[in-house]
Nanobody
Framework: QVHLVESGGGLVQAGGSLRLSCTAS????????MAWFRQAPGKEREFVGT????????DYADSVKGRFIISRDSAKTSAYLQMNSLKPDDTAIYYC?????????????????WGQGTQVTVSS
């Protein structure tokens, strides 16, 4: 089991930036792919982006491409989500997830490990 802990959420004005962190512990060797999802009130959980911890390759949802950047630390146990040019539509609870899959996937069901979530609120 991989234990994930997110941090860095908060309140920011539209156009501002936030950086979320996700730290993995436990069976980290089984967390080849780490991803960020978000869920706004009354909406389904939505894929934001993903990173392969081994190669550093990334992929993003079209809605955040060019504004959000996912990275990892040198120890490859933490992933980060740098969010720039934030919009009110980005308001949601952001979740970090981990999967043993090597190939990219945007399906929540492919991620057996989840963090507790961190609230991001963007005011207009």
């Amino acid at each position: 089991q991989v234990h994930l802990v997110e941090s860095g959420g908060g309140l920011v004005q539209a156009g501002g930036s936030l950086r979320l962190s996700c730290t993995a512990s436990g069976r980290t060797f089984s967390s080849v792919t780490m991803a960020w999802f978000r869920q706004a009130p009354g909406k389904e959980r939505e894929f934001v982006g993903t990173i392969n911890r081994i190669t550093g390759s990334t992929d993003y949802a079209d809605s955040v491409k060019g504004r959000f950047i996912i990275s990892r630390d040198s120890a490859k146990t933490s992933a980060y989500l740098q969010m720039n040019s934030l919009k009110p539509d980005d308001t949601a609870i952001y979740y970090c997830a981990a999967s043993p899959r090597y190939a990219f996937t945007a399906h929540p069901a492919d991620f057996p490990s989840w963090g507790q979530g961190t609230q991001v609120t963007v005011s207009s």
